[in-house]
């Protein structure tokens, strides 16, 4: 699989993962892909709980800027209850 990205003529920069053995076709887009407009800023937030250990929280925020999509790793370790 490989992560694609393209922008259109008014800056809207799309990214989505492809994958040849997806689909009938023998290749193609898999899921929907994300459009980012320039500036535009995503924040997706997680939480990873497991037995016996606390749990951990992270967030990965994805920007638009300057023709790339950047994603940044945010994240800490939540004290045990």
Known sequence: MA????????????????????GSSGGNWH?????FEPGGRSRLSYQVAADNMPPVSFCIVITAEDGQIRCDLEGHVSASA
């Open 3 to 22: 992560f694609c990205t393209a922008t259109a003529p008014d800056g809207t920069m799309y990214g989505g993962e492809f994958s040849p053995d997806y």
């Open 31 to 35: 899921g929907t892909p994300w459009a």
